[in-house]
């Protein structure tokens, strides 16, 4: 196993300070520090191991996170062009327990159910097992082509409503504008599903609701984690963050042009037209 980021134990020491106690929950490091989860829990650590070695007890023993275990997932696919075998679990951290998924293919299946990883089946045209070393899985890779959203009329517009404006967005799965933040997450999940992101190779690890910045993305064309916060309106008088703790914001309408971080204004690259 690799040794603990430094960065990371001196942080979680930072952050108890800040709480004022010597015992963190991973929740409240996740809102006060600066590493996402996946960084935690990168090369197989855990939550128990950093906070050892900065000298802060745990509140209570958490389990680590599905998607934790789907982004080693796909480390792993990356790292041995083939999925991994069972003895292999250990190197690449998918040591989950056997009440979540009770085998490895049972784990892998559910991963290509949720669209992360592509299906051994449908890459080979036939049944395959997770240790079998066949020259097919060898050369297995892991697609990065969208789904195609189904050529179909826009839905109409809902019966019973008090909303008057209703704008359509030309996106496949959100057709209608959003009208607040919620709106903004569900239309952005879509766009980097579809690959559609103004040209950003975006994934979505984690969302977050509340206080904290709102979603952990991975930027494929420059390899690495960046925080997004997720705004329907950019304006001045609405922020409440640090810029310094975000690497992009994701706003509908941008009413803040000179803003210090880069924003992506979803109505502005969309062909929004009246219904």
Not at 80 to 90: D, I, N, T
Not at 107 to 117: E, N, S, Y
Not at 164 to 174: D, I, L, N, P, S
Not at 223 to 244: D, F, T
Request: glycine share 8%; charged share 30%.
């Amino acid at each position: 196993m690799n040794t603990l980021n430094a960065e990371i134990v001196d942080d979680v020491r930072r952050v108890a300070r800040k709480v004022g106690r010597r015992e963190l929950s991973r929740s409240e490091y996740v809102q006060h520090g600066r590493f996402s989860l996946y960084q935690i829990y990168d090369g197989g650590h855990t939550w128990e191991q950093y906070c050892k070695a900065a000298g802060v007890a745990t509140r209570r023993k958490e389990p680590v996170p599905e998607e934790v275990y789907f982004s080693r997932l796909k480390g792993a696919v990356e790292t041995l062009g083939r999925f991994p075998k069972v003895s292999e679990r250990k190197r690449f951290g998918l040591n989950f327990s056997k009440r979540r998924y009770p085998t490895l293919k049972v784990f892998i299946d559910r991963a290509a159910q949720l669209g992360i990883v592509v299906s051994p089946n449908q890459q080979v045209g036939r049944t395959v097992t997770c240790d079998e070393a066949s020259p097919a899985m060898d050369t297995w890779h892991e697609s990065t082509q969208a789904t195609p959203a189904r050529d179909h009329p826009v839905p109409p517009i809902p019966g019973r409503t008090g909303r008057k404006k209703w704008e359509r967005t030309g996106v496949g799965g959100f057709p209608y504008a959003p009208q607040d933040e919620l709106g903004v997450a569900a239309l952005f999940a879509v766009l980097c599903a579809q690959g559609k992101l103004a040209g950003h190779e975006w994934e979505i690890l984690e969302l977050r609701g509340g206080k904290g910045i709102d979603a952990t993305c991975y930027d494929h064309a420059e390899h690495k984690e960046i925080r997004v916060e997720l705004k329907h309106r950019l304006s001045k008088a609405g922020w409440n963050h640090k810029v310094e703790d975000l690497d992009y914001v994701v706003c509908w309408e941008n009413r803040w042009p000179d803003f210090p971080k880069p924003v992506i204004v979803l109505r502005n690259m969309l062909s929004v037209r009246d219904s």
